[in-house]
């Protein structure tokens, strides 16, 4: 893969968020509907990813570890998302710490599943019992 593959993920994302975004009213310059930001930056994505592919197309270098490692971050933040609304608080955020102190950290399975339930612990503590923020969760204390 080359590093033109880069300028993907902004066009795709920004075709996808202008789509959804045409639904809002654009209203007008001097005043802004709701669709206004969403489309601007749907269309600041778009052109984004093309200015990465035109200049990659002039640079050689393939794609780095480094950047697998976003691309996977990214991914597996796009899947915490998923299952954060689906299964609550606790179990994809163990999970996600997990993967990225094993897979990203390269830390022992010791360290990981501790640091992954007490950073999960405390989180909770903080935000759900100590701020009471309203996440969905799986524990009722």
């Not at 990465?52 to 933040?77: F, K, M, P, Y």
């Amino acid at each position: 893969m080359t590093r033109a593959a880069a300028g993907i993920p902004p066009i795709l994302l920004g075709l996808v968020a202008l789509w959804f975004a045409t639904d809002l009213d654009f209203g007008s310059l001097t005043n802004p509907g709701p669709g206004l930001w969403p489309i601007v930056v749907s269309v600041v994505l778009v052109i984004a990813g093309v200015v990465i592919i035109v200049e990659a197309r002039q640079d050689t270098e393939g794609l780095t570890r480094g950047a697998i490692t976003v691309v996977i971050a990214a991914v597996s933040l796009a899947v915490y998302a998923y299952l954060f609304e689906l299964t609550g608080f606790e179990i994809p955020t163990i999970l996600l710490l997990a993967l990225w102190l094993k897979a990203f950290g390269r830390e022992s399975w010791l360290v990981t599943g501790v640091v992954s339930v007490v950073a999960t612990a405390a989180a909770y503590a903080l935000f759900i019992l100590g701020l009471g923020v309203p996440l969905p969760h799986l524990l009722v204390i």
